[in-house]
């Protein structure tokens, strides 16, 4: 039996603008054909089993022909596949859709359209231009700018003035010059109020507001590029005032955010939704001890111990993965004591029903060691990463303590699109978030030897995880506690904002 296609609308950039729909079907798909314009987080939902084709990869300037696009699709429909054909801004709207559905009719392939929220509205939208407004105008109209090689643009500018409607030109950005003295020819007031709209709704917009006449001069000198859009109309003086895209706390801001692989979601989203130009770093990754022999051994003699501890939710993960093993549950666990170091890792504990007994004040090792030394009579079971922190040792030492310091998981530096990483790096205003030690390591591997590192500031939580990342002659700023509030609110000092 034959597969089917979905045409799916991708939005414009930002990833929350891919409708659920479009989610649903891309979460499902077999095969997946892109396009350059879809941003990398969205393509994150590609499962991993999916194949992923890029039909946007300029090769020597020659995109994949459209004949072969079609053909791909045809082919894998044909071929029994689930497929999702995924398209920048809506398929429809100049998107060449409608071509690639002919062939699949021709041969009888089901196929679904999924609409997506277009460029032409949504970044006038983000750029604080509403498209219609009582006040300014009645219609709107959506042109392409781009001309076929060679030939002069078909655009009927006499009209397009008579309307009086805002118009956004798509494709534009080369035939800018060449719109805007149609426009003026045609008799449209030099005054008339326009923009340009870049990069939209992603955290590297930028809006250039300027007259019909004066627009490009203006969109040279700042030296605009594709992907843009072009509006013309009275409704463009509305942007200073509806800047709120601009106007978020850290619009623009770099921010790379270093986490073990899969738990870098809510920092992330959450540095987004307030501007930053997040770029997610999984530059460590945690992986478990099996067998763990020695944590085999510590759950045999479990009733030994007064209190466990656990430092991480990757220790805490390890836990529960060796009562799965053991064909056990949270109750193997009977009446022994739970300290944990934070509230990340209270949650992985709550998440299986059970609570910390304690969480030190300041989350880092140090005061977790010295407040189990304050409350332990018996011995303490310490779960955690081969590598970890002297200091929790250390101060169960100092006061006696016995213990049993097991290494239930290892952490693995990565070195995933260093490019990306590098570039980042030379920019003086990127900020680094640092969780613990271990990401400071694996971020200056992944970077690499040689590097600069003096331009990052480091954005870190607890003082072992800044004398790390001092190491490395980054400077830092350290995180009044350890939680994603007091991170943000760092950053957002920092930025200065
Ligand atoms: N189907 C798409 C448009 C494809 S044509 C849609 O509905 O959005 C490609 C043009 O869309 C680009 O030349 C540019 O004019 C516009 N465009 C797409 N994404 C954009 C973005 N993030 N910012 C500004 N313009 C964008």
Known sequence: MSGRVTLVGAGPGDPGLLTLKGREALEKAQVVVYDRLVGPEILALIPEQAERINVGKESS????????????????????QDVVRLKGGDPFLFGRGGEELELLAAHRVAFQVVPGVTSALAVPAYGGIPVTHRDCCSSLHIITGHARAG?????????????????????????????????LAAGMDPDTPAAVVERGTTPRQRRIGASLAGLPRMAEAEQVSSPAVIV??????????????????????????????????????????????VLEYPCIETVPTVPCPAMERAMDRLGDYEWLALTSPAGAEALWACLERRGADARALGGVKLAVIGPGTGRALRAHGLRADYVPEVYDAAHLGEGLAARAAGRVLILRAAESSPALTEALERAGTEFADVAVYTTRYENPRSE??????????????FTSASTVKGFASSVGTGADLSRVTGICIGEQTAAEARKYGISVRVAAQATLEALIETILETAGK
Do not use: N, Y
Request: charged share 20%; hydrophobic share 50%; aromatic share 4%.
């Open 61 to 80: 300037h020659h995109l994949v022909p459209q004949e072969e696009i079609s053909r791909i699709l045809l082919e894998k429909a044909l071929a029994g």
């Open 151 to 183: 030939k002069a643009l078909e655009i009927d500018f006499e009209a397009l003035v008579r309307t009086g409607g805002t118009l956004v030109f798509l494709m534009g950005v080369t035939a800018l010059p060449r719109i805007c003295a149609g426009l």
């Open 232 to 277: 013309v109309g009275r409704v463009c003086a509305l942007a200073e005032e509806f800047d709120w895209f601009g106007a978020l706390p850290l619009k623009g801001v770099p921010v790379v955010v270093t986490r073990p692989a899969g738990r870098a979601g809510a920092l992330s989203g959450r540095l987004r939704a307030l501007g930053a130009d």
């Open 420 to 433: 990306a990483l590098r570039a980042r790096v030379q920019r003086s205003e990127t900020l680094v978030t």
